[in-house]
């Protein structure tokens, strides 16, 4: 049970960066600034290698033919969670990743997002 819940937040946490990291997203985040290619580079870095680490927990405790498909399952899940969560509640995603940004040496934690109607 312990190996679901690491899988999941770890993962959600590795899906926050992607999406911090297009264009779109960073931009509600921070307003009027642009992403760098250096801030990219690190935030989809930190995704990736949070994304492939989720994969040991789950692989030594499912084995590797169920550990795979539990891993992709529950990536998916967290996928679509930090998807509602960036276009349905910008606030709330900034919060999170105010609260949660361990990038912060690239960034300044996230301002409120714009309202865009």
Known sequence: MTALWVILVVSFFSFMHFAVSVQKH????????????KEFRVLQSVAWVTLLYTLVPAIQHWGMGI???????????????????????????????????????????????????
């Open 67 to 117: 550990g795979i498909m539990a891993w992709l399952m529950l990536i998916t899940v967290s996928a679509l969670a930090v998807t509602v969560l960036v276009n349905f509640a910008p606030e709330s995603f900034a919060k999170l990743w105010r609260l949660l940004g361990v990038v912060r040496f690239i960034a300044p934690p996230a301002e409120r997002p714009l309202r865009t109607k």
């Open 26 to 37: 960073h931009r509600d985040l921070y307003k009027k600034m642009t992403i760098t290619n």
